[in-house]
């Protein structure tokens, strides 16, 4: 039963609340706007995607090391990098009811209006206030560093920024990673961490808000070698998206961003996009950012931030690739994408709509699931002794001895556990455990013996 777009956000986020894998923020006290705690299930899945992320663009490549730099640094970095400067939205005022909105977006949502020609340039003057109709300010640009200040004064010398992107750490730190490493161009150096930004229209659950983390990219190529890398980078992502989170090639695209619209450093820019339920939006970005930060951080610091090319003999200042990618955005696709209703049979041979989350098993939070089936000694022993064995497996478990087995199945297929095994009279007679399948609910028996060995080979 396929969920309509209108619905599904609705559903996701209570379904989301109720099973553990995002909570509003701060709720005891009344919450507070556009924060979210990720919950048990919800950290397990972000931090397995994490992993496949670090694994595969790290750990399986090598022209890559990763670091992690810090999310307060020298303030100066920011004014080097063009942040203070230049990191800023276009926003409007309603002079009625004050509400603040990004002028970009009231734009794109006049030009996908119904009936409206989409070639006519549209005018902000012909845009009304989205909650009131009121008239809108003239536009203005505001600047989203989050500004906070450190040690026991609170003076202009003691003001520092959170970061708003992991990238700049990576540029920060280039020197002595070519210093130390003995790495030859092309290389990368990969981040993962939060960042910070104090955006104007922050909404759409954890689709846009103030506090992220990203999984970014510095990747360094000769001049003449940037538009292979993006080539390059551009072919790992498509595969990262339908081999890792398994996205449905028909709700991603990559779509090369016009000049007009493009960071004014980057000679192009390429954005995966996937399908949310609120429309088509970014995912991650794919940016040929030329050799803008290392010029800048180099005139700032007044430090040699170029390269000696062994080949040539000459020093060159890097261009830079970045392939940037969303984790907290990749963790509301994954849920999109995967969470469905479909029907399962009831006890008296009816149907009834079951939810179910179809989450890659590498993904997914819990591996399996142990169900004695009663609460007798010889099932229960059993099926502890089998959650030992995949413990000792490093295998994440759950065991559940509670309410009935359809109920149980019910829980572990919304949760998105693969699969789930019951210990039941059988079982001390043949020494097998029945094994049930989350998507297709098919049932086998397989030996206690061999039953973690064949999970563990089928977490994929
Ligand atoms: N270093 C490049 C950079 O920061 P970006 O497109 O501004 O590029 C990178 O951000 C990614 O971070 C985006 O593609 C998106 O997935 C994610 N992102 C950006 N702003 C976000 C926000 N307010 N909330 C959640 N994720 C965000």
């Known amino acids: 039963m396929s969920i309509s777009q209108e619905k599904k956000m609705d ?29 048990p299930y919800g950290t397990e899945l972000k931090n397995n995607i994490r992993d496949e992320w670090w694994k595969r663009f790290v750990h399986m490549r090598t022209d890559v090391v990763g670091v992690d730099t810090p999310i307060i640094q020298n303030p100066k970095v920011w004014e080097a990098s063009g942040h203070l400067q230049n990191f800023s939205d276009p926003l409007v005022e309603c002079k009625r009811c004050h509400h603040r909105f990004r002028a970009d977006h ?138 890792v989170l398994r996205l449905d090639p028909a709700h991603v695209q990559y779509r090369e961003v016009p000049e007009s619209d ?3 450093y980057s000679a192009r820019s390429i954005d995966p996009e996937y399908a949310f339920p609120f429309g088509m939006n970014e995912l991650g970005g794919l940016v040929n950012r030329t050799d803008y930060d290392l010029s800048r951080h180099q005139k700032y610091s007044k430090q040699d931030l170029r390269w000696l090319d062994p080949e040539t003999n000459q020093k060159i200042l890097p261009y830079v690739i970045e392939p940037t990618w969303g984790l907290t955005r990749s963790v509301l696709a994954v849920l999109c994408e995967h969470l469905d209703i479909d029907e399962a049979d009831t006890s008296d041979g009816d149907k009834e709509p079951r939810m179910v989350l179809r989450l890659p098993p590498r993904l997914a939070p819990v591996k399996v699931a142990v169900f004695p089936l009663q609460k007798k000694d010889a099932m229960t022993s059993t099926a ?77």
């Open 106 to 243: 009231l734009l794109e949502a006049r030009q996908s209006e119904p009936g409206y020609d989409k070639e006519a340039p549209v005018d902000l003057k012909d845009v009304r206030c989205p909650e009131c109709g009121g008239e809108l300010t003239d536009m203005m640009y505001f600047n989203l560093m989050l500004k906070t200040s450190i040690g026991v004064r609170e003076d202009a010398a003691s003001v520092a920024y959170l970061r708003p992107e992991a990238a700049v750490g990576m540029f920060t730190t280039w020197k002595n990673i070519r210093d130390s490493m003995r790495v030859k161009l092309p290389f990368g150096i990969a981040q993962i961490g939060k960042a910070f930004r104090n955006e104007i229209t922050p909404g759409n659950f954890i689709f846009r808000t103030r506090e992220f983390e990203v999984m970014e990219i510095e990747y360094f190529v000769k001049p003449d070698d940037a538009s292979r890398a993006i080539d390059m980078w551009l072919e790992a992502y498509k595969k990262w998206c339908t081999e």
């Open 384 to 460: 502890k002794k089998l959650v030992a064995a995949f413990h000792a497996a490093d295998i994440v478990v759950e065991y559940d001895d509670s309410a009935s087995i359809g109920k149980r199945y019910r829980r572990q297929d919304e949760i998105g556990t693969p699969w789930c095994l019951t210990v039941d009279v059988e079982s001390a007679s043949d020494a097998s455990v029945t094994v049930r399948e989350r998507d297709s609910m098919s049932q086998e028996r397989i030996a206690l013996n061999d039953v973690v060995a064949w999970i563990h080979q089928h977490i994929i």
């Open 11 to 39: 559903l996701l986020v209570s379904f989301c609340k109720r099973r553990g894998y995002v909570y509003p923020d701060s709720e005891i006290y009344g919450g507070f706007a556009n924060a979210f705690d990720f919950g």
């Open 262 to 264: 493009r960071a004014f």
